[in-house]
């Protein structure tokens, strides 16, 4: 892998910027940039309407980056529908599936969830007044599931959870969780893979799950496209989420038909540039090779946790080792503000993220307030993690 080559290819990298936040949101490829130019200044007009040349040549580009995306994750066409993000992705689930969940059902999530993974289902439980139940994590925040089978039970309906979790980088053996809750027949499976999609081979069909979401803005795409995969048979025989135009096939004045899936779930003029310029976000990705990607990042990650062990004035938090991990690193400057650390780190053109991440329980169960987080991806080089190194000292000296 040629990242000095890969480096170039991002006009914000290029500028100087030390981008240390792409769990946040990763810089986008000029061939992604250049696509939504070209569509705006040459062919742009509307998408499934029009019949004339350049709403067909849309259309087709649109149905064609479908079906990259879902190759990309082994799923068929008709099982991938464009979303806003992942969150619209998982408030549609937690929407559909309503009708199916009735008083006393569980429904089982981690601790470690994002908000966009947590919040639907808290507030389906208290609508319908099912009990949310949580999967543990140890201090380091890997799962805890020694009581998995206490946890999933025959009254569970829905188990939702994240692949990669946003504040530590831990890759959680959702596989195994997904085993046991095959045991169970009615368990409707969702998981939140904004976090794995980007970094390590996603294949649905061996995760068993029945619905699975991201976002493109976290995978080099541009903002406002994301993507809800979900089993075929379920689309089929689930309610759609939005009413309105491309989801009808006929509408008379007391009853409509449905359009065929994906269009089902596809109400209204769908952000149908975005989802081309991520279909060229995903050419990208494969042309450099997720394993690639993966092992580059494990490299940083390794490198990254040598160097921050060493400081004494850093409170490192998540696991000290990169097993099953990607190259997300949470941490404090210790009695410094984590917004302090940010800023400062600012007037060196790094950029991290601080605050809670948008996983406030989890950062509670670890007993950690607000953190830094540096989040690193294929464009990211060692020598950027010596710059950051030397910054860490810098503040320190000032302190
Ligand atoms: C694990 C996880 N899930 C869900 C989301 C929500 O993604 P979006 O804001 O693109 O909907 C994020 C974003 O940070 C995330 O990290």
């Known amino acids: ?18 981008y240390f936040d792409s769990a946040a949101s990763s810089q986008k490829p000029k061939i992604v940039i250049d696509k939504i130019k070209e569509i705006y200044e040459s062919y742009y007009s509307n998408v499934h309407r029009g019949v004339y040349r350049i709403s067909a040549k849309i259309t087709e580009e649109y149905e064609s980056a479908r079906e990259k995306i879902a190759r990309f994750i082994n799923a068929k066409s ?8 992942a969150t619209e992705g998982l408030n549609l689930v937690s929407y559909i599936l309503s009708d199916h969940i009735e008083e006393g059902d569980e429904i089982v999530i981690t601790i470690s969830e994002h908000h966009s993974n947590l919040v639907p289902w808290q507030q389906l439980s208290i609508k319908k007044g099912a009990i949310l139940k949580y999967i543990d994590v140890y201090n380091d925040g890997r799962l805890n599931l020694e009581y998995l089978e206490n946890t999933i039970t025959e009254r569970t309906k829905v188990l939702a ?40 081979k996603v294949d649905v069909k061996k995760l068993d799950c029945d619905f699975l979401a991201f976002s493109a803005h976290k995978m080099l ?21 939005l009413y309105g135009g491309d989801m009808i096939d006929t509408v008379e004045l007391y009853e409509t038909k449905f359009n065929r899936i994906p ?17 060229y976000a995903v050419d990208y990705i494969n042309e450099i ?12 990650l390794d490198y990254f946790l040598s160097k921050m062990l060493y400081l004494d004035f850093v409170e490192l938090y998540g696991p000290k080792d990169s097993k099953d991990r990607i190259c997300v690193v949470p941490f404090n400057v210790k009695s410094l503000h984590p917004h302090d650390t940010a800023s400062f780190l600012d007037y060196k053109n790094i950029c991290v993220r601080s605050g809670h991440h948008c996983a406030q329980p ?30 860490l000292k810098e503040i320190y000296k000032y302190l």
């Open 221 to 241: 795409g541009p903002t406002g496209i994301g993507i809800l995969y979900a089993k075929e048979e379920l689309l089929e025989k689930l309610p759609p989420f």
């Open 289 to 300: 090779g997720m394993e690639n990607i993966y092992n580059h990042e494990k490299k940083l």
């Open 362 to 391: 989890l950062l509670k169960r670890m007993k950690v307030g607000n953190s830094v987080r540096a989040s690193l991806y294929l464009y990211n080089t060692t020598e950027e993690i010596d710059i950051f190194i030397d910054a």
């Open 161 to 200: 959870i994240g692949h990669v979790s946003n504040i530590t980088g831990i890759i959680h053996p959702i596989e195994k969780i997904i085993k046991f809750a095959r045991n169970f027949e009615h368990i409707y499976i969702v998981v939140d893979a904004c976090q794995s999609v980007p970094h390590i």
């Open 78 to 85: 008709q099982e991938v529908i464009f979303t806003r993000n």
């Open 1 to 18: 892998m040629n990242v000095e080559k890969i480096r170039n290819d991002f006009p914000l990298i290029k500028q100087g910027f030390i």
């Open 263 to 279: 269009y089902k779930y596809e109400a209204g003029t769908p952000n149908f540039v975005d989802a081309i310029a991520f279909g």
